[in-house]
Protein backbone atom coordinates (compact mmCIF):
# COMPACT_ATOMS: atom_id res chain seq x y z
CA UNK A 1 0.00 0.00 0.00
CA UNK A 2 2.90 2.53 -0.35
CA UNK A 3 2.76 5.86 -1.95
CA UNK A 4 4.81 6.34 -5.23
CA UNK A 5 6.42 9.65 -7.07
CA UNK A 6 5.36 8.27 -10.20
CA UNK A 7 4.44 10.54 -13.04
CA UNK A 8 4.40 13.34 -10.48
CA UNK A 9 1.54 14.95 -8.89
CA UNK A 10 -1.01 12.87 -10.22
CA UNK A 11 0.76 9.87 -9.89
CA UNK A 12 0.94 10.78 -6.24
CA UNK A 13 -2.61 11.76 -5.80
CA UNK A 14 -3.84 8.43 -7.33
CA UNK A 15 -1.28 6.20 -5.73
CA UNK A 16 -2.45 8.27 -2.25
CA UNK A 17 -6.28 7.08 -3.31
CA UNK A 18 -4.50 3.60 -3.91
CA UNK A 19 -3.30 3.59 -0.49
CA UNK A 20 -6.56 4.65 1.59
CA UNK A 21 -8.53 2.03 -0.63
CA UNK A 22 -6.33 -0.49 0.36
CA UNK A 23 -6.57 -0.69 3.61
CA UNK A 24 -10.65 -1.12 3.73
CA UNK A 25 -11.61 0.61 6.46
CA UNK A 26 -11.86 4.33 7.77
CA UNK A 27 -8.05 5.54 8.05
CA UNK A 28 -6.52 7.64 10.45
CA UNK A 29 -3.34 10.50 8.97
CA UNK A 30 -0.74 8.78 10.87
CA UNK A 31 -2.12 5.40 9.40
CA UNK A 32 -1.23 6.45 6.09
CA UNK A 33 1.74 8.38 6.98
CA UNK A 34 3.31 5.08 8.41
CA UNK A 35 3.19 3.76 5.04
CA UNK A 36 3.51 6.49 2.54
CA UNK A 37 6.82 8.43 2.07
CA UNK A 38 5.86 11.34 0.92
CA UNK A 39 6.96 14.21 3.17
CA UNK A 40 4.47 15.13 5.61
CA UNK A 41 3.61 18.61 4.36
CA UNK A 42 3.00 16.84 1.08
CA UNK A 43 0.99 14.08 2.16
CA UNK A 44 -1.33 16.46 4.28
CA UNK A 45 -1.76 18.81 1.52
CA UNK A 46 -2.57 16.31 -1.05
CA UNK A 47 -5.35 14.42 1.57
CA UNK A 48 -6.98 18.54 1.37
CA UNK A 49 -6.61 18.11 -2.16
CA UNK A 50 -8.27 14.81 -2.75
CA UNK A 51 -11.12 15.56 0.14
CA UNK A 52 -11.92 19.00 -1.62
CA UNK A 53 -12.45 17.15 -4.96
CA UNK A 54 -14.73 14.72 -3.42
CA UNK A 55 -11.79 11.77 -4.19
CA UNK A 56 -11.97 11.35 -0.10
CA UNK A 57 -14.15 12.03 2.49
CA UNK A 58 -13.15 13.05 6.05
CA UNK A 59 -14.84 12.81 9.47
CA UNK A 60 -13.93 15.05 11.71
CA UNK A 61 -14.91 13.55 14.58
CA UNK A 62 -13.13 10.23 13.92
CA UNK A 63 -10.38 12.00 12.40
CA UNK A 64 -10.24 9.59 9.47
CA UNK A 65 -10.89 9.53 5.46
CA UNK A 66 -12.23 6.85 3.45
CA UNK A 67 -13.10 6.98 -0.42
CA UNK A 68 -15.30 9.23 -1.77
CA UNK A 69 -18.52 9.57 -3.33
CA UNK A 70 -17.20 11.30 -6.54
CA UNK A 71 -15.04 7.98 -6.76
CA UNK A 72 -18.34 5.69 -6.41
CA UNK A 73 -19.61 8.03 -9.31
CA UNK A 74 -16.61 7.18 -11.46
CA UNK A 75 -16.75 3.80 -10.94
CA UNK A 76 -20.31 3.33 -11.92
CA UNK A 77 -19.25 5.41 -14.85
CA UNK A 78 -16.33 3.43 -15.74
CA UNK A 79 -18.45 0.08 -15.35
CA UNK A 80 -20.89 0.80 -17.85
CA UNK A 81 -18.60 2.12 -20.93
CA UNK A 82 -15.48 0.42 -20.19
CA UNK A 83 -16.48 -3.45 -18.71
CA UNK A 84 -18.09 -6.08 -20.14
CA UNK A 85 -20.51 -6.45 -17.30
CA UNK A 86 -23.36 -4.12 -18.86
CA UNK A 87 -23.48 -6.54 -22.13
CA UNK A 88 -23.27 -10.00 -19.81
CA UNK A 89 -24.89 -9.19 -17.21
CA UNK A 90 -28.37 -10.83 -18.60
CA UNK A 91 -26.00 -13.91 -20.37
CA UNK A 92 -24.86 -14.18 -16.75
CA UNK A 93 -28.00 -14.33 -14.76
CA UNK A 94 -29.07 -17.20 -17.57
CA UNK A 95 -26.12 -19.13 -17.26
CA UNK A 96 -26.49 -18.80 -12.82
CA UNK A 97 -30.01 -20.02 -12.99
CA UNK A 98 -28.72 -22.87 -15.39
CA UNK A 99 -26.39 -24.48 -13.57
CA UNK A 100 -27.12 -23.15 -10.15
CA UNK A 101 -22.91 -22.43 -9.41
CA UNK A 102 -20.89 -19.14 -9.03
CA UNK A 103 -20.14 -17.52 -12.37
CA UNK A 104 -17.25 -14.67 -12.98
CA UNK A 105 -16.52 -12.88 -15.02
CA UNK A 106 -13.17 -10.77 -15.34
CA UNK A 107 -11.17 -8.21 -17.31
CA UNK A 108 -6.97 -8.35 -17.35
CA UNK A 109 -5.83 -4.71 -15.91
CA UNK A 110 -1.89 -4.34 -15.71
CA UNK A 111 -1.52 -8.53 -16.43
CA UNK A 112 -4.00 -9.11 -13.50
CA UNK A 113 -7.13 -9.81 -13.16
CA UNK A 114 -10.18 -7.71 -12.11
CA UNK A 115 -13.56 -8.92 -11.45
CA UNK A 116 -16.18 -6.96 -12.73
CA UNK A 117 -19.18 -9.38 -12.01
CA UNK A 118 -20.15 -12.22 -10.02
CA UNK A 119 -23.27 -14.43 -9.36
CA UNK A 120 -23.23 -16.68 -6.42
CA UNK A 121 -24.14 -20.05 -6.40
CA UNK A 122 -27.46 -21.34 -5.40
CA UNK A 123 -25.29 -22.52 -1.66
CA UNK A 124 -22.48 -20.10 -1.50
CA UNK A 125 -19.26 -20.88 -1.48
CA UNK A 126 -16.69 -18.51 0.67
CA UNK A 127 -13.99 -17.72 -1.49
CA UNK A 128 -11.99 -14.40 -2.28
CA UNK A 129 -12.68 -13.58 -5.52
CA UNK A 130 -15.93 -10.61 -5.86
CA UNK A 131 -16.57 -7.84 -8.12
CA UNK A 132 -14.00 -5.13 -7.98
CA UNK A 133 -11.49 -7.04 -6.98
CA UNK A 134 -7.68 -7.61 -8.15
CA UNK A 135 -6.58 -11.31 -8.76
CA UNK A 136 -3.55 -12.74 -9.97
CA UNK A 137 -3.69 -13.65 -13.44
CA UNK A 138 -0.95 -16.80 -13.16
CA UNK A 139 -3.15 -18.91 -10.84
CA UNK A 140 -6.70 -18.27 -11.74
CA UNK A 141 -8.86 -19.86 -14.10
CA UNK A 142 -9.67 -16.89 -15.40
CA UNK A 143 -6.62 -15.00 -15.67
CA UNK A 144 -4.97 -18.13 -17.32
CA UNK A 145 -7.92 -18.30 -19.78
CA UNK A 146 -7.08 -14.21 -20.79
CA UNK A 147 -3.03 -14.88 -20.62
CA UNK A 148 -2.92 -17.40 -22.84
CA UNK A 149 -4.72 -15.78 -26.06
CA UNK A 150 -2.67 -12.24 -25.86
CA UNK A 151 -0.36 -11.40 -28.65
CA UNK A 152 3.31 -13.09 -28.03
CA UNK A 153 5.28 -10.18 -27.10
CA UNK A 154 2.11 -8.92 -24.82
CA UNK A 155 2.18 -12.20 -23.02
CA UNK A 156 5.64 -12.18 -22.27
CA UNK A 157 5.61 -8.79 -20.56
CA UNK A 158 2.69 -9.91 -18.75
CA UNK A 159 4.19 -13.20 -17.54
CA UNK A 160 7.69 -11.30 -16.33
CA UNK A 161 4.73 -9.14 -14.34
CA UNK A 162 3.36 -11.99 -12.54
CA UNK A 163 4.88 -12.45 -8.59
CA UNK A 164 4.66 -16.18 -8.88
CA UNK A 165 4.23 -16.37 -5.21
CA UNK A 166 3.69 -19.82 -4.21
CA UNK A 167 -0.42 -19.48 -2.48
CA UNK A 168 -0.84 -23.22 -3.18
CA UNK A 169 1.16 -26.23 -3.54
CA UNK A 170 -0.30 -26.09 -7.04
CA UNK A 171 0.84 -22.77 -7.64
CA UNK A 172 2.75 -21.79 -10.76
CA UNK A 173 6.44 -20.94 -9.45
CA UNK A 174 7.56 -19.22 -12.94
CA UNK A 175 7.01 -18.25 -16.40
CA UNK A 176 8.25 -21.34 -18.11
CA UNK A 177 5.92 -23.95 -16.58
CA UNK A 178 3.02 -21.51 -16.76
CA UNK A 179 3.77 -21.25 -20.66
CA UNK A 180 3.59 -24.64 -21.05
CA UNK A 181 0.13 -24.72 -19.83
CA UNK A 182 -1.14 -21.36 -21.37
CA UNK A 183 -0.15 -23.33 -24.58
CA UNK A 184 -2.83 -26.13 -23.63
CA UNK A 185 -5.59 -23.54 -23.23
CA UNK A 186 -5.02 -22.00 -26.61
CA UNK A 187 -5.46 -25.18 -27.91
CA UNK A 188 -8.22 -26.59 -26.20
CA UNK A 189 -9.95 -23.07 -25.14
CA UNK A 190 -10.48 -23.95 -22.19
CA UNK A 191 -8.82 -23.16 -19.19
CA UNK A 192 -8.85 -24.53 -15.08
CA UNK A 193 -7.84 -23.53 -11.51
CA UNK A 194 -6.72 -26.68 -10.30
CA UNK A 195 -6.64 -25.13 -6.50
CA UNK A 196 -3.88 -22.80 -7.56
CA UNK A 197 -4.95 -19.89 -5.82
CA UNK A 198 -7.14 -21.14 -2.80
CA UNK A 199 -7.20 -24.55 -1.23
CA UNK A 200 -10.19 -26.49 -2.62
CA UNK A 201 -11.47 -23.77 -4.84
CA UNK A 202 -11.38 -24.70 -8.72
CA UNK A 203 -13.15 -23.55 -11.57
CA UNK A 204 -13.14 -23.95 -15.46
CA UNK A 205 -13.14 -20.79 -17.91
CA UNK A 206 -13.02 -19.52 -21.10
CA UNK A 207 -11.71 -16.68 -22.55
CA UNK A 208 -14.21 -14.02 -24.33
CA UNK A 209 -12.56 -12.89 -27.35
CA UNK A 210 -12.87 -9.98 -29.78
CA UNK A 211 -12.91 -10.06 -34.10
CA UNK A 212 -9.21 -10.66 -33.37
CA UNK A 213 -9.14 -13.46 -31.26
CA UNK A 214 -7.74 -10.93 -28.73
CA UNK A 215 -9.54 -11.62 -25.00
CA UNK A 216 -11.41 -8.75 -23.88
CA UNK A 217 -12.46 -10.65 -20.81
CA UNK A 218 -12.89 -14.37 -19.52
CA UNK A 219 -15.72 -15.84 -17.27
CA UNK A 220 -15.76 -19.09 -15.59
CA UNK A 221 -17.99 -21.12 -13.12
CA UNK A 222 -16.52 -21.85 -10.01
CA UNK A 223 -17.12 -24.53 -7.16
CA UNK A 224 -15.04 -26.75 -4.49
CA UNK A 225 -13.00 -30.24 -4.08
CA UNK A 226 -16.19 -30.81 -1.55
CA UNK A 227 -18.87 -30.01 -4.09
CA UNK A 228 -16.83 -31.11 -7.51
CA UNK A 229 -14.42 -32.45 -9.31
CA UNK A 230 -12.18 -31.15 -11.98
CA UNK A 231 -14.02 -33.21 -14.44
CA UNK A 232 -17.50 -32.55 -12.96
CA UNK A 233 -16.71 -29.21 -14.21
CA UNK A 234 -15.11 -29.81 -17.08
CA UNK A 235 -18.75 -30.67 -18.66
CA UNK A 236 -20.16 -27.43 -18.33
CA UNK A 237 -17.24 -26.24 -20.45
CA UNK A 238 -19.86 -26.25 -23.96
CA UNK A 239 -21.95 -24.01 -21.55
CA UNK A 240 -19.40 -21.60 -21.10
CA UNK A 241 -18.25 -21.50 -24.59
CA UNK A 242 -21.55 -20.61 -26.05
CA UNK A 243 -22.30 -17.52 -23.30
CA UNK A 244 -19.04 -16.15 -24.28
CA UNK A 245 -19.34 -16.34 -27.97
CA UNK A 246 -23.13 -14.71 -27.32
CA UNK A 247 -21.44 -11.97 -24.68
CA UNK A 248 -18.39 -11.26 -27.84
CA UNK A 249 -21.07 -10.68 -30.16
CA UNK A 250 -22.58 -8.53 -28.32
CA UNK A 251 -19.89 -6.39 -27.40
CA UNK A 252 -18.66 -6.47 -31.12
CA UNK A 253 -18.17 -2.42 -31.63
CA UNK A 254 -18.26 -1.28 -28.09
CA UNK A 255 -15.02 0.37 -26.48
CA UNK A 256 -13.34 -1.75 -24.65
CA UNK A 257 -9.66 -2.56 -23.96
CA UNK A 258 -8.96 -5.91 -25.39
CA UNK A 259 -5.31 -6.44 -23.99
CA UNK A 260 -3.70 -4.83 -20.29
CA UNK A 261 -1.68 -2.10 -20.37
CA UNK A 262 1.40 -3.54 -19.50
CA UNK A 263 4.40 -0.83 -19.38
Known amino acids: MGV ?3 DGTVGKALALLDTVAGFGRPVRFAEVQEVSDLPK ?18 EPDRGT ?5 RLVQLAHSAWRQTTLAPVARPHLD ?3 AKLGETVHLAQLDGGQVLYVDKRN ?7 FSDAGKIGPGYCTGVGKAMLAF ?22 HRDAESLEAELAEIRA ?7 EEHEPTIICVAV ?22 SLDDLAQLAPALKTTAAAISREAAGLSLPSAPDIA
Open 65 to 69: YQPGL
Open 94 to 96: ALS
Open 121 to 127: ARRPIPM
Open 207 to 228: PILDERQRPIGAMSVTSSTLRH
Open 41 to 58: ATLYRLLQTLTSQRMLSY
Open 150 to 171: LPEAERARALAQQSYFPHTEHT
Open 4 to 6: THS
Open 188 to 194: SGISFDR
